[in-house]
């Protein structure tokens, strides 16, 4: 389907700051992101940020974060439409003036007045047209006293139709949409109207969104036909859904992405998560963000709904878990490690544990959690000890404690000489191996045995056997 577009692919990200980023702008921005790098173009971050009730600076720093811990870099921008209000005021100026646009002097209650009496005939409610010029109309006399708002010529007859390269062709009838109010009477200019006017004025030629615009397209598409901008091609993206199938929110749990790195989440099992959700190549499952620019030419966009599924999110960071660098596992696991009482000193190197550890862990968190038993005083429970450090159990467990002070300290070395200590007193590994977990971390569950004792080291070990031998 996808040829090379023919000319230099600019993109978009076009968030309200109003919340936080949620995981459908995540992929939403994934997906632009991608398109851009793919044909070596222009990814914009465009803050939309003119719902002054609702716009924080805070929910803009949480968009920038989630982006950047993403790896989600813009080429251009952030640019804010507050920041674009002369530019606006200049082109609803200029539509006036070519009479794409008109002054309406009919105020709320008189829209609203229009609006019931439509519906009340059985028709879609909308603005009767009062104050459009039409050649040979009369308009009525300016009221004293009101300021108009500026309302948009919209096409009386024929259609708008679009390509959507998500959804397929769609049509929507010019009898269908109103004269938009493109300025109020403030000045200030309306949503519609700024988004067609930056995707316009950044050069924008492809937009890719949630399928919540898509009433809105036809609108821009017919404000950029009449200011004789060239049109983007559209894209718009099914919803995410949680796995009940209602639309995501936070009853499903997380989603906001900046959630995710907080649980243990590497931005890596994000993105390809994402990627996943809504776009397929092939049977791959698995791939990295370098493969996803590479294959992601807006073919195999999914029509349908995806469904957010947390368990396939968790097998994606445990494999991604599974190939980082220790290092980097240790210093995400170092903060948490911190808070919940560790104690490093003379303990051993976090990434040799981390190494050890890291193959049946979903998130960092639990990473963190298991690699505690290094890190804090052993404090075995009376009552396991007494069932499992049993008399039959000691003098092995003696012998044991005493060939610790000259057995090479391999894990092979080990491993051998506890089995010749097992043979030397007829005993079962689980028979030593229980207390002896139990006595070096506190714990029954540890991984193997061999491998903690090698990792403790000699001091460690023949100090805790010490105190129970
Ligand atoms: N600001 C809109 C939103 O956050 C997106 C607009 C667009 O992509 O055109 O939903």
């Known amino acids: 389907m996808t040829t090379a577009p023919a000319k230099p692919v600019r993109t978009r990200f076009a968030p309200s700051p109003t ?5 459908g702008g995540a992929r939403t921005a994934l997906y632009s992101w991608a398109f851009a790098r793919h044909f070596g173009g222009t990814f914009v971050l465009r803050i939309e940020d003119t719902d002054l009730e609702r716009s924080t600076p805070a929910a803009v720093q949480a968009i920038i974060d989630g982006m950047q811990w993403l790896g989600l870099n813009h080429d251009e921008g952030p640019f804010y439409q507050m920041q674009r209000m002369d530019r606006y005021r200049e082109v609803v100026a200029q539509m006036l003036e070519e ?15 229009m609006r019931e009496r439509m519906r009340a005939a059985g028709e879609k409610p909308r603005y009767d047209g009062t104050w459009r010029p039409e050649p040979g109309k009369t308009l009525p006399a300016i009221p004293a006293d009101r300021k108009p708002v500026v309302r948009f010529k919209n096409p009386l007859d024929g259609d708008v139709t679009w390509d959507d390269v998500v959804k397929g062709t769609i049509t929507i009838s010019n009898k269908e949409m109103d ?22 004025d950044m050069g924008i030629t492809h937009v890719l969104r949630g399928d919540d615009h898509v009433n809105n397209t036809p609108r821009q598409i017919n404000i950029l036909r009449a200011i004789g901008a060239p049109l983007p091609l559209y894209g718009h993206l099914p919803m995410i859904l949680g796995a009940d199938g209602e639309k995501l929110s936070k009853r499903h749990g997380a989603v906001s992405v900046m959630d995710y790195p907080a649980q243990g989440y590497l931005p890596e099992a994000m993105l390809n998560y994402l990627a996943r ?7 791959d499952e698995v791939f990295s ?4 620019c590479e294959w992601f030419n807006l ?6 709904a995806a469904q957010f599924n947390n368990e396939k999110l968790a097998w994606l960071n445990n494999h991604y878990i599974k190939q980082a660098d220790n290092q980097r596992l240790a210093d995400l696991a170092m903060p948490h490690m911190v808070d919940d009482g560790a104690n490093f000193d003379g303990a051993p190197a976090l990434p040799v544990v981390l190494g050890l550890m890291k193959e049946r862990v979903n998130t960092i968190n639990e990473l963190a959690d298991a690699a505690m038993l290094f890190y804090r005083e052993p404090k075995p429970d009376a009552a396991l000890l007494t069932q499992h450090l ?8 003696a012998q044991f404690a005493e060939r610790c002070k000259t057995v090479e300290w391999t894990k092979e070395a080990l491993s051998a000489m506890m089995k010749e200590v097992l043979a030397a007193h007829g005993l079962k590994m689980p028979q030593m191996a229980m207390p002896l977990r139990l006595i070096v971390t506190g714990q029954l569950q540890t991984p193997a045995i061999d491998s903690v004792l090698q990792i403790f080291g000699r001091d460690v070990i023949l100090s805790r056997l010490s105190k129970f031998l």
């Open 289 to 292: 963000m370098d493969q996803f």
């Open 277 to 283: 959700l809504g776009w397929s190549h092939g049977d």
């Open 179 to 200: 004269d938009l109010v493109i300025a109020r009477p403030d000045g200030t200019p309306t949503y519609n109207f700024c988004v067609a006017v930056d995707d316009w």
């Open 299 to 304: 073919d195999h966009l999914t029509r349908s």
């Open 390 to 397: 049993t008399d039959a159990v000691k003098p092995a467990l």
């Open 99 to 113: 009479g794409t646009a008109y002054l309406c002097y009919s105020s709320p209650d008189e829209v609203e007045a």
């Open 19 to 23: 919340g936080y980023l949620h995981l």
